[in-house]
């Protein structure tokens, strides 16, 4: 059974850094691409970041470039996102997908979420002083 538990999120104050995890079970991580999404209150769900089955990066977004980095752990089986200089905007629920083998395209960023078909639970990170 596929399954994906997000965890790590949690309260930070602005500049502060979390690492959130994703635990992947059920199949190997590796052969697929991963991705971190966030939903803000209200919103529909958007794209982060997606790394491939051949550990290829796409970023989607720009303001988050720099400060999100996404890698992997395939002996844990175990996908991150590493934010750092975290701000109040960062404020949302984080999860994490399992796609086809690879990234959906930049240029695809609005509709990267409908293209992944397994999905975590969420973990929520506020930042707030």
């Known amino acids: 059974q596929v399954q994906l538990v997000e965890s790590g999120g949690g309260l930070v104050q602005p500049g502060g850094s979390l690492r959130l995890s994703c635990a992947a079970s059920g199949f190997p991580s590796r052969y697929y691409a991963i991705g971190w999404f966030r939903q803000f209150p209200g919103k529909e769900r958007e794209a982060v970041a997606c790394i491939n089955s051949k550990d290829e990066i796409t970023d989607y977004t720009d303001s988050e470039k720099g400060r999100f980095t996404i890698s992997r752990d395939n002996v844990q089986n175990t996908i991150y996102l590493q934010m750092n200089n975290l701000a109040i905007d960062d404020t949302a629920v984080y999860f994490c997908?399992?796609?086809?083998?690879?990234?959906?395209?930049?240029?695809?960023?609005?509709?990267?979420?409908?293209?992944?078909?397994?999905w975590g639970q969420g973990t929520q990170v506020t930042v707030s002083s």
């Open positions: 997908a399992r796609g086809a083998a690879a990234c959906p395209a930049r240029a695809l960023r609005a509709t990267v979420a409908s293209i992944f078909l397994s």
